[in-house]
């Protein structure tokens, strides 16, 4: 009776150490499902999420932007982590989304339909991860000459000096299509690929003549040389432009208002294209949902920042998409408000 009583017990004891080793082991599985920092819960909004936000060069009006927006969402969305960085521009910018280096950058329509589509410096390198979040401002050509170096016209160019952005950036390609307008051998011209900051100096020491600045107005970089490098704006003729826009359809006719910048009388001709701000394809819906919302929703707020901001508009945000994909976060917002239907 005893041994059956022992046998008994032992059996008791083995079912309660097999019932607490499940529980423990079931506990432990549901308590590791919601703590990790960027897995996706059931919302698919991750508990963390870190942002690098590709920009521009320092002088340029990508930069401050960048550093803008990614302030403005650490401070309004708890679970974000967004940090800026400098960058040669918007082809680099393209390339580091293309390389996961980057989850948000900005860039021009052109920069970004060539890139999808694998065209022009793309040529056999898609970035078919990218996806518009928004169309935000026009960047726009400003073609700045010194005073004394022979340069009335974007057709005196022939033969000079010139600062035409970064190797193979978005500035660059704009001013090898200027000089293609106005029938200038791009090639036999002495080219000199500094930053903006550095096309300054150039500039005041008068070692170069021309420099191509793409941004938006006012930019530091322009308002520098006008204002401390003898610098002038050159205009482009209305049959460029219209030779622009019928060869690179998202081109757009632009007029720098006069007084725009220091020592700038009168109103200048020249082109523009739509800027957007993109993100990866794979961002969480959520994520690329609250980034929209949380910056249109704070238009105002953010206004102060920056000039450029006051351009911004929330009807004009899909302009110019050029067949571009649409964030599937961000069009949830856009259809919210009527913009898309």
Known sequence: MKKLLSIFIIALLAFALIGCSSN??????????????????????????SIMFATGTTTGTYYPLGAIFSDYWNKKLDYV????????????????????????????TGTLYEGFNGEASFDGNKV????????????????????GAGIESIADVAGKKI???????????????????????YEGLGKDFVGFTEATDLMRNKQTDVAMVMAGVPTSAVTEML?????????????????????????????IK???????????????????????????????????????????ELKGSHAVIEQFDIEKALEGTSGIPIHPGAEKFYKEKGILK
């Open 258 to 300: 006069a007084n725009s910048y220091e020592n700038q009388p009168e109103d200048v001709l020249s082109v523009a294209q739509n800027n957007f701000l993109v993100a990866t394809a794979d961002m969480p819906d959520e994520v690329a949902y609250d980034l929209v919302k949380t910056l249109w929703e704070g238009i105002e």
């Open 81 to 108: 982590q967004a940090s800026s960085q400098a960058t040669n521009g918007s082809v680099q910018n393209l390339i580091f989304i293309k390389q996961g280096e980057a989850q948000v950058a900005l860039t021009p």
């Open 24 to 49: 423990s082991t079931s506990g432990g599985g549901n308590s590791d499902s919601g703590s990790s920092g960027s897995d996706s819960g059931s919302s698919g909004k991750p508990d963390n999420y």
């Open 128 to 147: 078919e991860n990218v996806r518009i979040l928004a169309g935000l401002y026009p960047n726009v050509n400003h073609l700045v000459a010194r005073k």
């Open 227 to 255: 204002a401390t490098a003898n610098g002038e704006l050159l205009p482009y003729t209305q049959e460029a432009v219209d030779y622009l826009k019928e060869k690179y359809p998202w081109t757009m006719e632009y007029t």
């Open 163 to 185: 600062v035409p952005g970064a190797t193979g950036s978005a500035t660059e390609i704009e001013t090898q299509r200027a000089m293609e307008a106005y029938d200038v051998d």
